[in-house]
């Protein structure tokens, strides 16, 4: 089995409660368990932002194409406020939100930044920490370095420094052997700078944005002082007079056209109905003998446990009854929330038919055999072909255990919920 990293511990794990008594401790999954007080009432804080953004022991992350920059698998590196002014200027929060939207100018390009949170673990001199009111910790930010527009060259330049010092930016999913804590940092980065990279322009009428809220939030300003050119009988455009822009939805009550987007996968162990046996499915750019559970999105106006019946009897032809929801994993590709869960197949519901053609296969698995292959054939997708030359081929291959799949064959195969003793 490959070398995986440990699992983030839930909260408050040890302690004692009639909930955890009647339902078993609580799952904590990969990219879960951040390290960082997120501080959302402070986002619009702009006194708070900017003594944030300059102190001393602030860490930012820096991603070039959504890549982290790293020291290597196993560990980010972090920069200073130094090493990102060029990027940010001197500081992004001197102005309140609303003078930013009423200077608002669609010609110049403002480096993507977000706050993140505290890390308000102690480290051996507290006294270097960052304090404001009550909260003590350590900010940390997230910074879009990929080159753009008129800050293409200060972003060119700061990728260059820190790949010359021997750092990396980590592609792909190979951030996914990051300690848990990190992990975790990097899905909330990764997250959020990909919805507004993706968020340019309003949903509501075509017109660019503005992040503002710390980067948690864009908005559709009513005006552009941009140099554009400008024929229509709205106005006109001089530096010191700002266009009109047409009227938009967005810009009257709460639009969640402006806000960050999660979206709602379920995922799920299927057993049989007599529990002797596990669903497993595959798609066909799965490397040979890897499978995993099935998934799909949650539909509007339908429950989990709908969405679980659903998505099983499209991909499989499976017929569900009770449905169990068993944990939650944060999924930054680009900003799903998996939702596991354990469902049972009724009797006589249990004829495979591929009715969606979405998987290349479905077959069921004694539960002997996905118990062995968790035991010896987990491991990412890069390393099935170390692992067949170790295990030999054609044996049962398992997503790791940084996926939720792992922990929910885990959970089925070897008791659900913490509870004592196996489900099956």
Excluded at 304 to 333: D, F, K
Aim: with cysteine; glycine share 8%; net charge neutral.
């Amino acid at each position: 089995m490959s070398s995986q990293p440990d699992l983030p511990e839930a909260a408050h794990a040890d302690l004692d409660s009639m909930l955890s008594r009647k339902f078993g401790k609580e799952v904590a999954n990969y990219f879960s368990g951040s390290p960082l007080n997120r501080l959302s009432w402070l986002r619009t804080d702009h006194k708070f932002l900017t003594d944030a953004v300059k102190h001393p022991s602030t860490a930012f992350l820096l991603l070039n194409n959504l890549s982290p920059l790293a020291h290597d698998t196993t560990k980010l590196a972090f920069s200073s406020y130094a090493d990102v002014r060029p990027v940010i200027g001197d500081s992004p929060y001197t102005r309140t939100e609303e003078e930013l939207i009423s200077t608002y100018d669609s010609s110049k390009t403002i480096a993507q930044l977000v706050f993140l949170g505290l890390d308000e673990r102690k480290p051996s001199d507290p006294s270097s920490l960052f304090t404001y009111t009550s909260f003590t910790g350590r900010p940390f930010f997230a910074l879009d370095v990929t080159p753009k527009g008129s800050i293409a060259g200060a972003c060119t330049s700061l990728i260059t420094t820190k790949e010359s010092a021997g750092l990396t930016f980590l592609t792909g999913r190979t951030h996914m052997t990051l300690p848990a804590p990190e992990a975790a940092i990097v899905a909330q980065s990764r997250s959020m700078l990909d919805w507004n990279a993706r968020s340019p322009f309003c949903a509501g009428c075509g017109q660019p944005t503005l992040s503002i809220n710390a980067g948690y939030k864009r908005t559709c300003p009513p005006t552009d002082m941009s140099s554009l050119a400008n024929s229509g009988s709205i106005g006109s455009t001089s530096g010191n007079t700002p266009r009109q822009r047409p009227d938009c939805a967005t810009r009257k009550g709460v639009s969640n056209l402006c806000f960050p987007r999660t979206d709602p996968t379920v995922i799920m162990c299927v057993i049989s109905s007599d529990s002797t046996r596990i669903l497993l499915g595959r798609q066909a750019r799965f490397p040979p003998n890897w499978y995993s559970c099935l998934a799909g999105f949650v539909e509007p106006a339908e429950s989990v446990e709908e969405a679980v019946r659903r998505e099983v009897m499209e991909e499989a032809g499976i017929r569900l009854g009770r449905v169990v929801i068993h944990s939650t994993q944060p999924w930054p590709y680009p900003a799903s929330l998996m939702i596991g869960a354990v469902g049972q197949a009724v009797p006589g519901g249990e004829e495979i038919v591929l009715n969606d053609k979405e998987l290349e296969k479905a077959r069921w698995f004694g539960v002997e055999e996905v118990r062995e292959a968790l035991r010896s054939g987990t491991g990412r997708l890069d390393e099935l072909e170390r692992m067949e030359e170790v295990g030999g081929k054609g044996v049962l291959r398992l997503p790791p255990k940084t996926a939720i799949a792992n922990q929910l064959l885990e959970a089925v195969c070897g008791g659900f919920a913490g509870r004592e003793g196996a489900l099956l």
